[in-house]
């Protein structure tokens, strides 16, 4: 079967959809490339779907990979039957694979290898046999002190160690006890005795258990991360009732003497060759299902952060808050660039107070400030108070969130954008440009230090880093790049640049001026037609000559463009501003075979709203005043948050007090949640409710629970009740009365 009817049948796909898309990556276009401007091609298949087909291959080709050399070793020891070759070439996966590999993979000496140089295999296959004749008389045959064979129990213990060995590297019973482990497998976790203090974090799993198939990514992480401190203990474990009657089955055929020399060795085998490596084994392979979903989780978490709404081109003072240190204060044109940055110390008295409102002032009105940022880490919430009762009017004030700014500020990124400043004015800086737009300061810092992930560091850096990737250029391309103001490190991500051509066309700019067309970009050295393909869609140029430099439209497209507005009688521009104009527009009538319903439906989309940012508006926010710490909080508070990071098992929502709180899956609604990316989103302004405060663990849980709304068929229900008790209660008394009645003077 050819890869791509694999493909196609593995993610219900049509073949043709997947033999195209291979052949558009493989001539180098991006996935955001095919999915925006190939539709026609490919069926109109999404990043997800592009992405899974690319991912697939990839595995596919390894595993050929992989098979070349498997084939070659075994020609090369001349154990290359037709049989296993064919096994070989039909194995569909990496395990099944390297299980019909074992037996002639080279090794290390072992027990087996030992005994098969004494020439004790003979005795083995007898045993296995299980033929009823003498085992000791066969084995007296194969007793030779020269060889080291030095009796009869020495001779069976070495063919014993041989079948060990066999049906431990048998590749059928290999799958099975495989599938026996992931089915019926525990994870065992427990704190190594006396770390009791220093595993406080791990106390869940001080004495754990639960199912291997159902335990969670996040658990899994835990545990390892545990185990990898020395502060827990995780063994796998399977009761061997489940296990060794598969063995027996298979190489049990009788009940002599020789079937208990077997039985002897399948508990050998078991105990000492296949639990343990069935344990390596199922540990890497609930470790790589965990990194899946860790990293899956933390890529849509990336993104969502940098999809989070901007603030636009506005003056911006940004401050990176502290206390003994004071805060460092920048103030930021339009384009981020700095004009001024100073220290102020609100919090060390009141006469430096009283000079740092002076301050504050001073700089908003010298450089008609529109809004003011400050850092949420250290001191966050205080400056962010004393700025608020300034009461400057018409500045907008955002705590944002700072995670990473001090990566950003030590980077050779920082150092040559601030190369006469320090990395206080750096890291301010970054705070600023963060509220004015997430995506643009965002792409300079490695990902895994922007604070939207859990155990990102305990994952599988390699598939994390091309997720990431993935995430930052699914991002770049689907908002569009400002081809004239944007840096190197944004237009590296742009479909089919990269930092050489991205550094090439700063060059160019710098040298040149402003870019007046997308067509001018031909100009740039090493950017060839197929760069320019890749990319120019993606790129857009404010109030150029051609409008549809300015949107999504992809100038391949431009001539099909001119001649719907000519077929009207009108220019480009004036598709752009009239509706009613676009409404005359009969799209079958442009249809041909290279532009579809989808490219033109597409096109649509971007004349009536061209260049249009896919992102939210911004919206104001601020925190409970007078909650600053977690001394603070009380068990009932309704605050208001936002949300900071996503995981499998709820949200973390900051609600100012420099510690995130927890909304468990079963807290964020009032309906069962399955995956907490149905309700929330990272940078979601959200309202809760604090339902446990533990200071000594730093742990904060919260509710996004409301009260139930009762409906009308339940108030008439109640109000029934209510009334039908108002309606018993002179019985109810008068049988009270004739009761005491009775007890008074008798019946």
């Excluded at 639960?210 to 401190?229: D, V």
């Excluded at 460092?328 to 430096?352: S, W, Y």
């Excluded at 809760?688 to 068929?713: A, C, F, G, Y």
Aim: glycine share 6%; proline share 4%; net charge neutral.
């Amino acid at each position: 079967m050819s890869h791509e009817i694999r493909i196609a049948q593995e993610l219900a796909l049509a073949e043709k959809q997947v033999s195209t898309t291979l052949a558009l990556l493989n001539e180098g276009a991006s996935i955001p490339f095919i999915a925006r401007y190939r539709k026609e091609i490919t069926g109109s298949l999404d990043e997800v779907q592009l992405t899974q087909i690319r991912d697939r291959a990839q595995q596919l080709h390894d595993l050929d990979k992989r098979r070349e050399v498997i084939l070659k070793s075994l020609a090369d020891q001349g154990k290359l039957t037709a049989e296993l070759e064919e096994r070989v070439k039909a194995a569909e996966t990496m395990a099944s694979l390297e299980d019909l590999y074992l037996p002639y993979k080279p090794k290390r000496k072992t027990r087996a290898s030992v005994a098969r140089e004494k020439g004790l295999e003979p005795l083995a296959e007898l045993l296995l046999a299980q033929d009823g004749s003498s085992i000791r008389d066969a084995a007296q045959a194969y007793v030779d002190a020269g060889k080291g064979v030095n009796d009869i129990e020495e001779a069976l213990a070495g063919a014993r160690d041989i079948i060990a060995e066999r049906i431990a590297e048998d590749a059928s019973i290999r799958a099975q006890t495989r599938q026996v482990f992931l089915e019926k497998g525990m994870f065992s976790a427990k704190v190594v005795p006396g770390k009791e203090e220093a595993a406080l974090k791990y106390k869940d799993y001080y004495e754990w258990s639960e199912p291997l198939k159902s335990a969670p990514s996040h658990r899994i992480l835990a545990m390892r991360r545990g185990e990898k401190e020395e502060l827990l203990y995780l063994d796998i474990e399977v009761n061997e009732s489940e296990i060794l009657p598969i063995l027996d089955h298979a190489y049990i055929k009788g009940a002599g003497e020789a079937s208990a020399q077997v039985r002897m060795a399948i508990l050998d085998g078991y105990k000492r060759l296949l639990k343990p490596s069935m344990e390596t084994e199922v540990r890497m392979l609930t470790r790589q299902r965990a990194d899946d979903e860790a990293i899956r989780v933390f890529a849509e978490n990336a993104r969502q952060l940098l999809l989070a709404a901007p603030l636009g081109q506005k003056r911006v003072m940004a401050i990176d808050p502290g206390f003994r240190t004071g805060c460092k204060t920048v103030c930021l044109d339009e384009q981020g660039m700095l004009l001024e940055n100073t220290a102020i110390f609100p919090h060390n008295g009141a006469a430096r107070a009283e000079e740092a409102a002076k301050t504050l002032r001073f700089l908003v009105d010298k450089h008609r400030i529109q809004a003011i940022a400050i850092g949420n880490g250290t001191a966050g919430r205080e400056t962010e108070d004393f700025v608020r009762k300034l009461g400057i009017p018409e500045v907008t004030v955002v705590m944002v969130n700072e995670s990473g700014a001090s990566i950003y500020s030590a980077s050779e990124v920082a150092r040559e954008e601030f190369p006469d400043h320090d990395v206080t004015v750096r890291g301010a800086v970054s705070i600023g440009r963060r509220l004015m737009d997430p995506l643009a300061e965002l792409v300079k810092i490695d990902p895994k230090s922007i604070g939207v992930g859990q155990y990102q560091h305990d994952v599988d850096q390699t598939k994390l880093q091309t997720a990431l990737d993935d995430t930052v250029v699914s991002c770049v391309n689907a908002v569009g790049v400002e081809l004239n103001t944007a840096s190197k490190q944004i237009l590296a991500y742009v479909s089919g640049l990269g930092p050489s051509l991205a550094q090439q066309i700063v060059s160019y700019r710098q040298t040149n001026g402003a870019f007046r067309n997308r067509e001018e970009l031909k100009k740039v050295p090493r950017l060839g037609d197929k760069a320019f393909e890749q990319a120019a869609g993606f790129l857009r140029i404010r109030n150029a000559e051609n409008p549809l430099d300015g949107s999504a439209v992809h100038p391949e497209r431009y001539v099909l463009v001119e001649r719907m507005a000519a077929d009207l009688g009108h220019k480009v521009a004036d598709l752009l501003r009239d509706e009613q104009l676009r409404k005359q527009i009969p799209l079958r009538n442009y249809i041909s075979e290279t532009v579809g319903m989808p490219t033109l439906q597409d096109i649509m989309a971007e004349l009536a709203k061209p260049g249009r940012d896919p992102r939210e508006q911004f919206e104001q926010f601020s925190f409970t005043e007078g909650v600053n710490s977690i001394a603070d909080l009380r068990v009932g508070m309704r605050l208001p948050g936002i949300v900071t990071n996503i995981t499998a098992f709820g949200a973390f929502v900051d609600i100012g007090v420099h510690q995130d709180g927890l909304v468990h899956l079963s807290q964020l609604a009032n309906r069962f949640v399955k995956d907490p990316n149905e309700v929330v989103k990272v940078q979601q302004k959200v309202m809760v409710t604090v339902t446990e405060v533990d200071e000594k663990r730093n742990r904060i849980s919260l509710s996004m629970k409301t009260e139930e709304r009762q409906t009308q068929p339940q108030r008439r229900k109640k109000e029934d009740s209510k009334r039908a008790g108002k309606h018993q209660k002179p019985e109810s008394d008068m049988a009270s009365k004739l009761a005491a009645l009775r007890s008074k003077f008798g019946s």
